[in-house]
Each structure stands twice: as structure tokens, then as C-alpha cells.
């Protein structure tokens, strides 16, 4: 699925401006890494393209649907059946085990596609270097590992669209590179648009294009 982002504007509640992005143009199967310093408006900008946040001025299209203007409900069916995202917290239901979180997409989903979803959230996660693991709760497991299980539970509905922030923050240097890997490759052979916040420079290097990013404003792009 392509992206086009035009005249972006996003502001607070309070009506301050946090970022603008005059145009942004990604085709379908890209990827694209966004930098800049801490507070620059990364997050921001993955939750506008994810549909999470409202967006005050502009145009965020994935493929031909405008995502600006929609209800919360309309947002919210287009983010189920084409995104999968990996946050920068991981937001993990805390309560339940490593293969339900990966797996949670089940729930949301129409019975005839449960068993899929649950049946690549265990591969996801083994092809990670996780037990499908049913009896502990993730509250017990590591920084890095409850990002992979993050990861896991954004592909298991084998989204057309990956936005990821900062996916390889808490794992060591080979882990990371074995995810980097994991996720160029398989957004190549889905023709999967993968958009990913990193300081990481072997992620923002692999991708395709680089978006910075520095307080609110966009300052480069290659
Ligand atoms: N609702 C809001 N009201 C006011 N300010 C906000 C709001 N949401 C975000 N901000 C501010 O906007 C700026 C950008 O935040 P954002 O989370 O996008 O930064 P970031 O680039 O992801 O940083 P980091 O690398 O630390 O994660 C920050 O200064 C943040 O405090
Ligand atoms: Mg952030």
C-alpha cells in the first residue's frame, strides 16, 4: 500500500504546532527510517500515518483512502485490516502470556481467520528466538524480548503496512541486526510499506529512504 502525506499539520489540544510535513511520498513495498533528536516529532508523526492521532491541516492517503476526515470507528477498521504497529512503550497486555499478546489480533478478527493469525504470531515469535510460551505473563521477560514480542504481534495479521517505533532499541547488536533483517525481508517478499522511528544507524542505513526530522519540521529526505 502507497503513501502520500501532503501539507501536513498536526497541533496539540492546545492548539501548538508539533509538526508539519509539507509532502511525503513512499510506494508500496519501501521502507522509509525517520530520525531526528529526542522531542523532534518521530512519535508523532508514525501515530498521525497510523491514524491515531487527528490530524488538524493536510492529507495522509494510504493507497486511496484519505485518512483525514474519517471517524474515529472508520479509523480504527482501516488500522485492523491494514496496519500492524509496534510502539515505542510495546504496550503489552501485561496479564497474559507471550503467545496471546503476539496472538491478540485473533480476538478482533472474523473466526474464520483466527487459527491463521494465532498460527503465525507462534511462528513469528520461534522464528524470533521466543518460546511460544502460554503459561507466563509477560511481566516477567526482558526489555528485548518483550520488543519481539511486540514485533510478532504487529505481523501475526500479516499487515499490508508495518509502522514501528524504534524496534530495536533494547536488544543487543545481534539480535537487532537479526530483526532488521527479519523485517526488510519479509516487507519484500509481502510488498510490505514498512515505516520505522530509529537512532539506530544499521536500520536507518537498510532502508530504502531516510526521512529527518528536527523540532516539528522536516529538514531532510533521501
Ligand atoms: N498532546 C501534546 N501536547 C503537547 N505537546 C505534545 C503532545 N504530544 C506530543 N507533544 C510534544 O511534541 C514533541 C514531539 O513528541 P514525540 O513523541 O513525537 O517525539 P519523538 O521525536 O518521538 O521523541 P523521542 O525520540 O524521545 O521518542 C515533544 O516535545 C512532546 O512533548
Ligand atoms: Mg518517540
Redesign the pocket.
Known sequence: MKLRVDALSVE???G?R??SVPQLDLATGRSLAIR????????????TLSGLLEVTHGSVKWGDLELVGLSDAQRTRFRGENLGLVF?DHLLFEELSASDNAGIAALYTRPAQRAAITRQASDTLSHLGLAADTQRTVTSYSGGERQRIAVARALAAQPKVLLA??PTASLDRETADALIADLLESAGKAKRTFVV?S?DPALIEACDHVLT?ED?EVTGFD
Open positions: 496539540s489540544p492546545l501548538q508539533l509538526l531526528g533528536p529526542s522531542g523532534a516529532g518521530k512519535s508523532t508523526l508514525l501515530f515505542q517505533d524504534e522511528v537512532h526530522i516539528g
